[in-house]
């Protein structure tokens, strides 16, 4: 056994040293989150900056709801990982992630209002 420790503690000084394909795996499951917590803070981005044919505050409220959908997403991908690595490491069975909620309402909660305001706007013109 290796006497360098690794961070977090809380994480790898627990339990036994899983195959390091699972280990892998989980890693590349973290990284997909990063990039779905990156591709909610570019759609905060756009729509912050685009002149689209939406009420203002509305656009400005779904810009923020999709930027904290992504600082959620972003901490809920650490803290997924470190719980799948930590329960394979003591031969436990792996926790659910709720951070699928938070993007799935997200999401959906920016692009019913998009929608329906597009259609207002366009009804009324």
Do not use: C, K
Request: hydrophobic share 55%; glycine share 8%; aromatic share 6%.
């Amino acid at each position: 056994m290796s006497t360098t420790r690794r961070w977090p503690g809380r994480v790898y000084d627990h339990g036994s040293e899983p195959d390091p394909r699972f280990s892998l795996a989980n890693e590349r499951t973290f990284l997909a989150w990063v990039r779905t917590g990156l591709a909610l803070l570019a759609g905060a981005a756009a729509l912050d900056a685009l002149d689209l044919p939406l009420d203002d505050t509305l656009q400005g409220l779904l810009a923020a709801l999709l930027a904290i959908a992504s600082l959620l997403t972003a901490a809920a991908a650490w803290w997924g990982w470190a719980r799948v690595e930590r329960a394979m490491r003591a031969e436990e069975p792996l926790p659910g992630n709720p951070a699928m909620v938070v993007v799935a309402v997200s999401v959906a909660v920016a692009s019913v209002a998009i929608g329906v305001s597009s259609l207002m706007r366009g009804a009324g013109s």
